[in-house]
């Protein structure tokens, strides 16, 4: 019988990040990190702090939304605006690991914090820099949201239904995955090499450049065809019966989603319709003439009703949730994904699994600077220099 793994402790554990970042894209990219074992600061200015915490919420504190991206994470206050305030960043990053930054290029270099001011108190430290465009060409100082990068990468052109309108989707995908996600993974290289061989690393990361080099399905579909496709007539689109959303009888609906012919065989076997096996990828009028024959199966049983008969012939169709009922979904309560707020809300914990890893435990974000002090003290600033700094307005 093979022996028992040991325990071990997350994966980033004694990675020290400073995170200078506001709204989505670089908090999302720090909780990452903060769920994978790193003590992430967050960074804030005393007079604004994170526009998040103002996003959402009742109007008595930090909404859901500034909760839910900063969690796990220390806070602290500083005025990088205040002659004392560069300094005290420099001495914070001699013991750091990570810096993110999610600024317009040039402003942290003006601020005496950028990465050449960085690096001479920390050869080894990886510095991030989130923005639209990236630190390089025409576009690079044009402000911009999730809309204008996924307009510019030709990401929301795909989106919506055939011969319609795009559809702004409510989920940031330049935000997440050309920002966050992608920011994380060049975070994770620089770091794997700076603790190899010493030497840190710029990252810079263009959301627009990271949404574009994600969008593979239509870039090869203008590779084989030499024509971009239409809004919601690719294979991953809407474009084929076989991989499509059909109302239900209820004014709910189901997610089709049979791409390989044994799925499919096995969905019309179950729905009695065995003549539409051969129009499974089918276009023009025959696709249509099936995608309509489904949409009429597929009203007369309310949504859970086909989720529960379909669901043991393993054919991919499953029923389309609303956000709340995802919460309580067997299978996302049974990961332990969801867990509960001592308010009585319910918030996302960190989704990577690490075999035989202790996960750490969930802590509410910081209110504004709760840290300030037991940082600066851990970089070596002593009470009396520590309240001169409150004194002055810099932290």
């Known amino acids: 019988m093979a022996a028992e793994l040991p325990e071990l402790s997350p994966p980033l554990n004694g990675v ?9 894209p670089g ?11 790193a003590d992430v600061i967050k960074i804030e200015d005393p007079e604004h702090g994170d526009y998040a915490r103002d996003l959402s919420g009742d109007g008595r504190g930090d909404g859901s939304l500034f909760r839910a991206l900063n969690r796990n994470k220390r806070g602290l206050r500083l005025n990088l605006k205040s002659p004392q305030g560069p300094p005290v960043l420099r001495r914070l990053a001699r013991s750091s690991d990570v810096v993110v930054e999610g600024f317009r290029p040039g402003v942290v270099d003006r601020l005496g914090v950028g990465y050449e001011a960085l690096r001479g108190e920390n050869p080894a430290i990886v510095y991030c820099a989130i923005s639209g465009y990236g630190q390089t060409g025409p576009y690079r100082d044009r402000a911009g949201h999730d809309i204008n990068y996924c307009g510019y990468a030709g990401v929301l052109d795909q989106i919506g239904p055939a011969g319609g309108a795009p559809v702004i989707p409510n989920f940031q995908i330049g935000d997440i995955v050309g920002g966050a996600l992608s920011a994380a993974i060049g975070i994770l290289a620089a770091l794997v090499a700076a603790r190899t061989r010493g030497q840190g690393r710029y990252v810079d990361v263009s959301m627009t450049d990271c949404l574009l080099a994600n969008a593979v399905m239509p870039l090869a579909t203008l590779g084989d065809s030499g024509k971009a496709p239409l809004r919601g007539e690719d294979l991953l689109s809407g474009g084929v019966p076989c991989y499509s959303v059909y109302a239900t009888r209820d004014g709910r609906f189901v997610a089709v989603g049979a791409l390989e012919p044994k799925f499919w065989h096995r969905l019309c076997d179950a729905l009695e319709r065995p003549d539409l096996r051969s129009g499974q990828l089918e276009t023009g009028v025959r696709g249509d003439a099936v995608r309509r ?5 597929f009203l007369t049983r309310d949504r859970d009703d086909w989720a529960a008969y379909l669901a043991p012939l393993d054919c991919c169709v499953t ?23 001592v308010d009585g809300g319910s918030e996302i914990g960190g989704p990577i699994r690490f075999g035989n890893t202790t996960r750490p435990a969930n802590t509410p974000a910081p209110e504004r600077g709760r840290d300030t002090d037991a940082i600066l003290q851990e970089a070596g600033f002593y009470p009396a220099a520590i309240e001169r700094l409150r004194e002055d307005g810099v932290i």
Do not use: F
């Open 16 to 24: 020290r990040v400073l995170d200078l970042t506001r709204l989505l």
């Open 293 to 297: 024959a489904l949409a009429d199966i």
């Open 27 to 37: 908090p999302l990219c720090t909780l990452h990190l903060a769920d994978m074992g």
């Open 319 to 341: 029923p389309v949730l609303s956000v709340a009922e995802s919460l309580g979904n067997e299978q996302v309560q049974q990961r332990g994904l969801v867990y509960g707020r």
